[in-house]
């Protein structure tokens, strides 16, 4: 099965940094996008940045540009967060989609998540 399990949410004050994880599981993570989705109270979910594996090409929203940063590693994605705003407090889910580029993910969705780790930015 899919797995996607993300970890490394916590408390920050703004202007801090944080790095979250996503170790991703039973399925051939060449042929997927991999990427970071948030959502806050009251408001939808947003695609925030993404990547596609087999090449390593990215894609950021707007809101994040030059913030924040994703990479991999082995079998994990990682979201580095710097300059941290309350705007950006949310649960962040990691998610998959087939056959996508790192723009279509992030303006559109997955196919799978994980069950999301919670940021808190507060002074």
């Known amino acids: 099965q899919v797995q996607l399990v993300e970890s490394g949410g916590g408390l920050v004050q703004p202007g801090g940094s944080l790095r979250l994880s996503c170790v991703v599981s039973g399925f051939a993570v060449d042929g997927y996008a991999i990427g970071w989705f948030r959502q806050a109270p009251g408001k939808e979910r947003e695609g925030v940045s993404c990547m596609r594996w087999r090449d390593g090409s990215t894609y950021d929203a707007d809101s994040v540009k030059g913030r924040f940063t994703i990479s991999r590693d082995k079998n994990t994605v990682y979201l580095q967060m710097n300059s941290l705003k309350p705007e950006d407090a949310a649960v962040y889910y990691c998610?998959?989609?087939?056959?996508?580029?790192?723009?279509?993910?992030?303006?559109?969705?997955?196919?799978?998540w994980g069950k999301g780790t919670l940021v808190t930015v507060s002074s």
């Open positions: 998610a998959a989609r087939r056959s996508a580029t790192a723009q279509v993910m992030c303006n559109d969705r997955g196919d799978y």
